[in-house]
């Protein structure tokens, strides 16, 4: 489970820019749960995955993971138990490498290992077995350099990465929202049924009303770096429509997703 309590990170403090991003948020993600975070432009929804990540320090609060506290645990550390994928499909993928050799430094990573030990034939068999269920061909393309494939492939590939050892959290910010429509709904459905096989504890930031309802088992509505709405099995009986009507949202990329969403 995901305990974050009474957090707090505000940018500039005491001077005529402030800002307070978020403003003692209390949230708890039970284990294998699926939460979608949703809100605006400056909710705070990027800066509460920084500080779960570790890219950011808090200035007050406490995140425990499984019972362990982490709030002052270093990024480079929590990387171990904690898995990111960004929007930017060239994030978290090593172009100059191929396929198979940036699946080895995941591997490395999880496993806290240095890089010594080169790419074997067993750690391919892992490799293909696990991009296998991307259905995107990359099983087939391990020597392939990770900067020839196109932007999706590259995004599934950055999620294998981030999966190939179980994370105790998933984020997710905003990964699909850089691809073309076919290619977005791909990755989602890869994504889904990553999370499904290993049973993964994800917070998945977007602001695609669709994939909130359709692949979320809970919604949050973030604003003004709080938690306003909390939303279960309710989101079950409701459309974009709905979702978007019931918390006035009016961000631009938010309607467009509403727009394009069947």
């Known amino acids: 489970m995901i305990v974050v309590s009474g957090l707090r990170k505000v940018f500039n403090a005491g001077s005529a820019s402030e800002k307070i991003a978020i403003a003692g948020l209390d949230l708890e993600v039970a284990a294998a749960d699926v939460v979608a975070v949703i809100g605006g432009n400056g909710a705070g929804k990027s800066t509460l995955l920084n500080l779960l990540g570790g890219g950011l320090i808090t200035d007050a609060g406490r995140i425990t993971i499984d019972g362990a506290d982490v709030t002052g645990m270093s990024e480079h550390v929590r990387s171990s138990i904690i898995a990111r994928v960004f929007q930017d499909p060239m994030i978290g993928t090593a172009p100059s490498l191929t396929v198979g050799e940036n699946m080895t430094l995941a591997l490395m ?25 991307l259905r995107l061909g990359l099983e ?123």
Do not use: C, W
């Not at 890089?115 to 750690?123: N, S």
């Open 109 to 133: 990573r999880a496993d806290g290992r240095g890089l010594r030990r080169a790419v074997t034939r067993a750690r391919l068999d892992e490799f293909r077995d696990a991009l296998a269920g």
């Open 140 to 262: 087939n393309r391990l020597d392939a350099l990770a900067g020839s494939l196109s932007g999706g492939q590259r995004q599934a590939l950055a999620l294998a990465m981030a999966t190939l050892r179980p994370p105790k959290l998933l984020l997710l910010d905003e990964h699909t929202a850089a691809l073309d429509p076919r290619t977005s709904e791909l990755v989602m459905e890869a994504t889904a049924a990553l999370v499904r096989r290993g049973k993964l504890t994800t917070l998945m930031v977007t602001h695609n009303m669709q994939h909130a309802l359709s692949y979320a088992s809970r919604i949050v509505m973030m604003d003004a770096g709080r938690i306003v709405a909390d939303i279960g099995q309710e989101k079950n009986a409701m459309t974009v429509a709905d979702l978007v009507a019931r918390f006035h949202l009016t961000d631009d990329r938010i309607v467009l997703a509403r727009a394009g969403a069947r």
